[in-house]
């Protein structure tokens, strides 16, 4: 095979992914912020900051798909004589004697060298606080005296990142900043209704600054040669109207061997009404004094550094395991669990494939993204669910989005998508195992953020199960909607229009018999989950634990509810064991007029793949042979080098039945791309079926660490992140990836590797231990804390694919193979 050209490589000992060429084939990107204010950088310190809501509250400016790409970000001009360079290449692209970018756990440090002098800077956002710290350091190397001119620059995105990108009629207008001393401050449309502004600085003397960016690029100009940096100059320009920017202006002396850093802070403040102002026309910098107070020294930035590190090993301390293979064990213990904070905090908001403006938080995606960080930061999730929750509507249906800074459901896409409900029983199920906290159950959710409306969490989940029972189609099987988990298999869309949406247009619906065997199978899997809560809190109200404060917990009947529902969940098995499947596998849905989908019959698209994961997942019919004959049409049809697809044969033209699905070229997206997001589905119903060959096999293919080097081309994207996509095998580039880090792969990654492979699985009474391993898997040891417990759990596979033969604790042998939860901590022995 030829030799691969490579970009960069894992430094695990540092939790960093090290570029070492920045022209990477394609931006690769890491994330900063961890609460409210956040940034997106890439390898050449491109990208763009906002707090809280990239749609909304955009504090720089970014240029979506620009020519060239990813050009504008946050760029330090360096002039050492008639030589102008940038630490991170970019834009100047001068060539550079060193590069280097690491990207770590929320922070990038990006290093150039040139001429003698070294430029290094890291990013990050401290914790608690609402500002990007930039720490820039240079270094004289050479033997002479260096006279250096530095320049900043940020450019200012006016607020609303959608219309700052239309409407400029208005924009060009509004425009305004204020400088005082090293600190330059935006503060466009504060004098009307905005209480908030921006500011950045610098903990030094500037000599010179820039506020308005056609003075300092110039109009025939660009980023690569601003004429202010070109002609060492700066203008002290006054930005008003047009497009305000920050630019410091500063002048460094080095000696031979000197090194001098500078720490460049990017804020966002807001203001109590009655307190905007100090004077008229001048905005109040109270908040802002104070901030700079706090990160102004490079002592004060390096120890928010530490508390940023030190917060990070605490994450990553609660499950960490050692198989002794680096490719897996870093996946594990780093990078999987690292994107699932991202997608955590981002949804799929903001990456350099989702432009910050279309999509808030989906209500389905921040239920499953919580599988993937629910061990870390708890209290998190709770608000989480409970944000999600009060977006529901008394029926059971629910918004399919809502916005992160309002937390209120969009208007523009609404509901009607009916798996979204079922992912709430997921969610909270999944949080209350790894805490043990039954009391969320008791909270009162409002629905659609009504005040008034509130009813307690847990009528939230059963009117969700409810949801999926009274829509029901002619084959008692649920009844599609606008869509399931395939946003795009639109079966009561029928347009012809290009002007409507997919997603959002439904010109026929009335009289549909438009099912879903998605949906069946995750209500068989949330089903049977929702039962055994019900059971398990009909346990605890006879006595372990205290009862529900709110009367009408106190008086349900739970093992009735219990009951009736299982009733439920077993006429759905029976309505798929009828009428979902096709000989060999799982069918995939009845279209609107009752004819199947993904069935041998059907001319393309034949086999599909959520239906297998998660009737799979849901074990239906395993005793008369269906399950793994549906993982076999898995690996037979759907399978290729680089993951499974999502259909088989992908669809080769437009098909107004089944709307978007059919939109895309062969092997792109859902139509036949590899959609990362669902192998792990057939990977878990690998692992339920016992079969650990076949799901490792599975799990590697679509494993970054697995594919770093051999796709560092072909990949194009991150290969220290999973991406939604990589084409399929009737793609014009098969094995390309598409759509990196923000996607739902993330979360089932982790659930898949972390529960089902490696079998460390929360439960409410303790962690139950049930792996599914390769036959050439070694003995291994996990590290995982568990509420107030921390155990280590060293699995001696001994060549088993499944099954737990014994489980000692403490060095006594117990029953079953659930570790009873106690506090405190714990060895744990398990031969399979
Ligand atoms: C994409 C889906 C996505 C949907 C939501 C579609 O165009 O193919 O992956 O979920 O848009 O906006
Ligand atoms: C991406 C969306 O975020 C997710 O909700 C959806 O399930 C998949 N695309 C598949 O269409």
Not at 539 to 555: P, R, V
Request: hydrophobic share 35%.
């Amino acid at each position: 095979m030829e030799q691969q050209k490579r970009y960069g490589h894992f430094d695990d000992n540092n939790r960093e992914y090290v570029i070492t060429d920045p022209q990477t084939p394609w931006p690769w990107i890491n994330y900063l912020g961890n609460e409210d204010f956040f940034s997106l950088i890439s390898n050449t310190a491109g990208g763009y900051s906002f707090y809280k809501d990239a749609k909304f509250r955009r504090i720089t400016r970014y240029r979506y798909n620009n020519v060239p790409m990813d050009n504008g970000g946050r760029y330090f001009y360096i002039k050492d004589g008639d030589t102008v360079w940038n630490p991170g290449w970019k834009p100047c692209k001068t060539p550079l004697d060193f590069y280097e970018c690491r990207h770590g756990m929320s922070y990038t440090r990006v290093t150039g060298r040139k001429n003698g002098v070294e430029a290094s800077v890291l990013f990050f956002v401290p914790l608690k606080k609402w500002a990007e710290v930039q720490k820039l350091t240079l270094k004289n190397e050479s033997n002479e005296v260096k006279n250096l001119k530095l320049f900043s620059f940020e450019e200012w995105c006016l607020w609303n990142a959608a219309t700052d990108m239309e409407n400029f009629q208005r924009n060009f207008s509004t425009g305004e900043v204020e400088i005082e001393g090293s600190t330059i401050y935006h503060k466009t449309e504060y004098r009307e209704r905005r209480n908030h502004y921006a500011f950045y600085h610098v903990n030094t003397e500037i000599q010179g600054f820039d506020t308005d960016r056609e003075t300092f690029v110039g109009l025939y100009n660009e980023f690569a040669d601003p004429q202010v940096v070109m002609e060492g100059r700066p203008r002290n320009s006054h930005a008003h109207g047009w497009s305000p920017i920050a630019s410091h202006y500063i002048e460094v002396t080095l000696k031979p061997g000197e090194s001098k850093d500078f720490v460049f802070l990017l804020g966002y403040i807001e203001n109590e009404q009655d307190k905007k102002f100090s004077a008229p026309q001048v905005i109040n910098k109270d908040k802002a004094h104070a901030l700079i107070a706090e990160l102004d020294t490079t002592a004060k930035v390096d120890k928010a550094f530490a508390e940023l590190c030190e917060y990070w090993d605490a994450l990553l301390n609660i499950y960490k395991v050692r198989t002794g293979n680096d490719k897996l064990d870093r996946m594990v213990n780093i990078w999987n669990q690292y994107q699932c904070m991202v997608t955590f905090n981002f949804s799929r908001s903001a990456s350099f494939f989702e432009s910050g403006v279309g999509r808030g938080m989906g209500f389905r995606d921040s239920n499953q993204d919580l599988v993937g960080f629910v061990h870390q930061i708890p209290p998190r999730a709770r608000q989480r669910i409970i944000d999600i929750a009060s977006t529901q509507f008394p029926d059971g249906g629910c918004y399919h989005q809502y916005q992160p800074l309002t937390k209120r459901g969009n208007n523009d896409i609404g509901g009607g998508f009916n798996d979204d409900p079922c992912w709430l029983i997921f969610g909270t199920v999944a949080y209350i195992k790894e805490t043990g906290d039954f009391s969320i159950l008791d909270e009162m959710v409002p629905f659609d953020n009504q005040p008034g409306s509130e009813v307690t969490l847990f009528e939230h989940l059963k009117i969700s199960m409810d949801h999926v029972i009274k829509n029901l189609g002619p084959h008692m099987l649920p009844l599609i909607g606008r869509a399931d988990w395939n946003d795009c298999l639109n079966l009561n869309c029928f347009s012809w229009d290009p002007n409507e949406s997919f997603q959002t247009t439904e010109n026929v619906s009335e009289g549909t018999k438009a099912e879903s065997l998605m949906i069946a199978g995750l209500f068989v899997v949330t089903g049977k989950d929702y039962v055994a809560l019900c059971n398990k809190i009909e346990e605890l109200k006879n006595g372990k634990i205290e009862n529900f404060n709110s009367s009408t917990l106190k008086s349900f009947n739970f093992s009735a509810e219990a009951e009736r529902m299982q009733k439920a969940v077993d006429a759905m098995i029976e309505a798929v064991k009828k009428h979902g499947w096709d000989g060999e596998w799982y069918l995939r849905a009845y279209d609107f007029y009752g004819n199947k989908i993904g069935s041998n019959e059907c001319e393309e698209a034949k086999i599909f793949i959520e239906s297998q994961g998660w009737c799979t997942m849901a074990e239906i019919g395993a005793e008369d042979g269906m399950v793994a004959k549906s993982l076999d049409s898995c690996k037979k049809y759907l399978e290729c080098e680089h993951g499974m697809v999502l259909n088989n044969p992908a669809f080769t033209k437009y098909i107004y039945e089944y709307g978007e699905i059919s939109s895309y070229p062969e092997g792109y997206k859902e139509n036949a791309g590899i959609f990362c997001h669902n192998n792990p589905w057939v990977i878990i119903g690998e692992c339920i079926a016992g079969r650990g060959n076949d799901a490792w096999s599975h799990y590697a293919k679509i494993l970054p660490s697995y594919v770093e080097e051999k796709y560092q081309t072909l990949h194009k994207v991150e290969p220290y992140v999973n991406c939604q996509m990589v084409a399929g095998k009737d793609a014009f580039k098969p094995g390309e990836g598409k759509n990196s880090w923000l996607t739902g792969t993330a979360a089932w990654m982790w659930y898949t590797v972390s529960e089902f492979i490696l079998g460390i699985k929360p439960d409410y009474d303790g962690i139950r231990i049930d792996p599914c391993l390769p036959e050439t898997a070694g003995d291994y040891t996990v590290n995982r804390k568990f509420r107030d417990a921390e155990y280590e759990i060293t699995i001696h596979p001994n060549g088993q694919q499944k099954g737990v033969k014994s489980v000692t604790l403490d060095g006594q042998k117990i029953d079953g193979t659930v570790i009873p939860y106690s506090a405190g901590k714990h060895t744990v022995e398990v031969v399979m």
